[in-house]
């Protein structure tokens, strides 16, 4: 409805329910547009700093705990909220 977008506020069962433009819930950011850019912006940093520690790790670690902190830290990150 496009009056809705023009509403800085709306009053539910004498509650005051401001308008944001994100809201983080279960760890998803959803914005009022329904655009999934904040999203993958926090994703991507989280995998930047990832990747980070994979490539530190590796000069200390053999790839048995290589592959465990992948999969522990950057595969977790890449699934989740992803529905089959």
């Known amino acids: 409805m496009w009056f809705l977008s023009y509403l800085q506020y709306v009053v539910v069962l004498q509650y005051v329910v401001v308008k944001q433009s994100s809201l983080k819930y279960l760890g998803i ?48 990150y890449l699934t989740y909220s992803i529905i089959n």
């Open 29 to 76: 950011i959803l914005d009022d547009k329904l655009n999934w850019k904040p999203q993958i912006e926090k994703l991507v940093t989280q995998l930047f700093k990832s990747c980070g520690m994979l490539f530190k790790l590796k000069h200390y670690t053999n790839n048995s705990v290589l592959k465990s902190v992948y999969i522990t830290l950057f595969h977790s």
